[in-house]
């Protein structure tokens, strides 16, 4: 039976249908790309990996993995209170991000499809499997009688440009710490079966092995382009995306600690895991990682999450916005200074495996 939740009717477009959270700067984002210069990426001097990523996608090993059973079949009005808006918004959270996925590599599929047909079957695959991740969660959101409408988030959303080289900076390092978030949760429930309070996470052992398959296939493509990782600029902009995926989660996180305490994770000890793994894996394609050990910068991100908390907490309380705004500002300088910090910090080389095709 379908009911509408007995609050929150401010928050839905129709019963049960869901308005996507207002945009912050730590949303997931949507994007575009220059699909012309993408279309004539020379990706020959790594096309026998490519390949075999693609047999692989082909082979489609999650074809049958995404069905409910019946443990979903049952009345989830026990999650509740803090615990049921913490995990809703986690579900949301997660299928506004596979679908932005979907999305760019539906689109990005569509371009090339004639051009580039590597390329193009790679994103074609790949957005088959961030629309089953997508849909899944979004059918868990009905069980707690909501649904994102995601028409309207295809429609509603603003979408942040960036060139080909970016975009697969970012795709990259979103689909290995997606992986990294998913089995560190998987790994977890799996050794404390009591704080698996919903289904859903049992699925994330298969689910996550997409990701990382993903995640290589951007792998290969950024080895087919040596350019895009032996320059001095590409130094600066590893940095640049480690910090900003590394940041945006933390910062994230430790405002939404209550959801993974639910679960029975600390949200600090999650993420440094998350962090730890991904930027190791990112050292695979990457010419230098964080310093992510270092105890100055384990300091500093903690520090700037502490103050974007305040940040919250003063957006949060009522007043005029211009005063809110203003009492913010010194904790955004503060938080800029420390994330700018954490940038200089002296990176890690990763010398070894670098410089293209392996
Ligand atoms: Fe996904
Ligand atoms: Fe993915």
Redesign the pocket.
Known sequence: MVTTPAKSTADELRPGVKVPSKETILTPRFYTTDFEAMAQMDIGPNAEELQAILEEFRTDYNRHHFVRDAEFEQSWDHIDGETRKLFIEFLERSCTA?FS?FLLYKELSRQLKDRNPVLAEGFALMSR??AR?AGFLNKAMSDFNLSLDLGFLTKSRSYTYFEPKFIFYATYLSEKI?YWRYITIFQHLKAHPEDRIYPIFKFFEN?CQ??NR?GDFFDAVLRAQPQFLNDWKARLWSRFFLLSVFATMFLNDQQRSGFYRSIGLDARDYDWQVIRKTNETAGRVFPVILPVDHPVFVQLMEDCAARYLKLVAIGEQDGPGWLKKLRQLPHMATMAWQLLRMYLMRPIPMTQAQAGVR
């Open positions: 596979e996925g499997d961030e991740h997606g689910w997409d990701e993903h």
